[in-house]
């Protein structure tokens, strides 16, 4: 079946720093989507990508539709405390479900 | 703008036991589906009810079934449950979700087998 593998699976912070993830998929997919949880939380979406090549970004964070449909990243630059969370990458399948990665978890540098 | 909520939060039940969870959908919203997110992985896609039919169903046994109501509230329930069924159970609703993607996720049910 369509898996999504995201890298890495994760990493450490400091304030200040800009991060990124990225996620490849054996299958192409027409909509990209990433979501972040919390402890304790359900996935709440960042951005979606609708169209191959996009390049998106809310606030600090920027994402991107690969060109091949087989791959998005996503970028958070200088991170702040609360960005700390799981970040998922999903990928819309053709029956109108989202097909998620395992998740990149980010948490702050002792 | 109410969200979506799903009750209970937690709960615990033996093995062979049966388990029914609940999902309002956030106000407006026709569309629910469900999810199950086992501990370090991401969310793996039950199925999705619209107009209280169900359209959509992932890779799960028939055990595992739902309802969905006029009020677009929904229902899970899980027969003869089993050590695996262990995991965090996910209600998202949506307007025009097979189409963007765009979930609206509530805190979700953490089952418990034993």
């Known amino acids: 079946g369509q898996q999504l593998n995201q890298s890495p699976q994760s990493m450490f912070i400091q304030e200040g720093e800009d991060v990124s993830m990225n996620c490849t998929s054996s299958s192409i997919f027409n909509t990209w989507l990433w979501y972040k949880q919390d402890p304790g939380e359900g996935p709440v979406l960042l951005i979606a990508?609708?169209?191959?090549?996009e390049l998106t970004s809310n606030g600090r964070l920027t994402a991107q539709f690969g060109i091949t449909r087989k791959d998005s990243f996503l970028n958070i630059s200088a991170s702040i405390p609360s960005d700390v969370g799981i970040y998922f990458c999903a990928g819309l399948s053709s029956q109108g479900n989202l097909i998620f990665g395992k998740g990149t978890k980010l948490s702050v540098k002792p | 703008e109410t969200g979506v909520t799903q009750s209970p939060t937690h709960l615990i039940k033996t093995r062979g036991q049966q388990v029914t969870l609940r999902c309002s959908s956030q106000s407006g919203h026709n569309t629910v589906s469900w999810y199950q997110q086992a501990l370090g992985q991401g969310p793996q896609f039950i199925f999705q009810y619209y107009r209280e039919e169900e359209n959509g169903r992932g890779n799960f046994p028939p055990r595992f079934s739902g309802l969905q109501f006029p009020n677009y509230s929904s229902e899970l329930n899980v027969n003869a449950l089993e050590l695996d069924d262990s995991a965090l159970y996910l209600c998202a609703s949506s307007l025009f979700g097979t189409y963007t993607g765009e979930l609206f996720f509530g805190e979700g049910s953490r089952l418990t087998v034993l």
């Open positions: 990508l609708y169209k191959a090549g």
